[in-house]
Nanobody, 124 residues
Framework: QAQLVESGGGSVQAGGSLRLSCAAPEYIRRFKCMGWFRQAPGKEREGVVV????????NYADSVSGRFTISQDNAKNTVYLQMNSLKPEDTAMYYC?????????????????WGQGTQVTVSS
């Protein structure tokens, strides 16, 4: 029962950019944390970036820091992930997630609500 809806994935060459969007119901946007996670074939799901919905505080994975930016539009109940300088190793299914927890961590197990994902493929 995906209540978060991602969009914006696609195929791009290395060095290119994509912007992902995550539309969430208003009641989920009241949760403490939202974030983006990704899972490549044969690998575990990993945290990309998370944001405190009220505080706006962010936490980026080292692998994307300086290249990816999370933002939110409260009027549209939407969270965005701007991805620049994409690398082939960024290829994965990207998921939006939300959590009620007080601390916004890059740990998938903390998150209760998930979207169905959007595929990002970066070619060299």
């Amino acid at each position: 029962q995906a209540q978060l809806v991602e969009s914006g994935g696609g195929s791009v060459q290395a060095g290119g950019s994509l912007r992902l969007s995550c539309a969430a119901p208003e009641y989920i946007r009241r949760f403490k944390c939202m974030g983006w996670f990704r899972q490549a074939p044969g690998k575990e799901r990993e945290g990309v970036v998370v944001i405190g919905n009220q505080s706006g505080a962010t936490n980026y994975a080292d692998s994307v820091s300086g290249r990816f930016t999370i933002s939110q539009d409260n009027a549209k109940n939407t969270v965005y992930l701007q991805m620049n300088s994409l690398k082939p190793e960024d290829t994965a299914m990207y998921y939006c997630a939300a959590a009620r927890t007080s601390w916004c961590r890059l740990i998938p197990g903390d998150y209760n609500y998930w979207g169905q994902g959007t595929q990002v493929t970066v070619s060299s």
